[in-house]
């Protein structure tokens, strides 16, 4: 299970931190991290963290104002969002990847696992 909590509403340029907790998922190696999606839009792969070696992954709209990490083993991941902006708003989904985060490349992987959403509203 993939419990997401964190979301909330702020006005832009304030700062949100999601959180992601991991359980009874056992994966030897797994990314974690987080897509968001907009109604009417596709699914948007935000950010991700490798737990095997803490490589990091951000699309390119959030780079240089998220910030993921994740404790030692990567049961639970933290994504700091700084100077958000109304393009943010969006329900933002936690997701684990045992396909060394090929899912954030847009590559489906055989197991994927996914937590439910949670909202975050950017107000202008």
């Known amino acids: 299970q993939l419990q997401a909590s964190g979301g909330g509403l702020v006005q832009a340029g304030g700062s949100l931190t999601l959180s992601c907790a991991v359980s009874?998922?056992?994966?030897?190696?797994?990314?974690i991290g987080w897509f968001r999606q907009v109604p009417g839009k596709e699914r948007e792969p935000v950010s991700s963290?490798?737990?095997?070696?803490?490589?990091?992954y951000y699309g390119e709209s959030v780079k240089g104002r998220f910030t993921i990490s994740g404790d030692n083993g990567a049961n639970v991941a933290y994504l700091q969002m700084n100077s958000l902006e109304p393009e943010d708003t969006a329900v933002y989904y936690c997701?684990?990847?045992?396909?060394?985060?090929?899912?954030?490349?847009?590559?489906?992987?055989?197991?994927?696992?996914w937590g439910q959403g949670t909202q975050v509203t950017v107000s202008s």
């Open positions: 997701a684990v990847d045992v396909c060394h985060g090929s899912m954030w490349h847009g590559i489906p992987c055989v197991n994927e696992y």
């Open positions: 009874g998922v056992t994966v030897s190696k797994h990314v």
């Open positions: 963290i490798d737990s095997s070696d803490g490589s990091t």
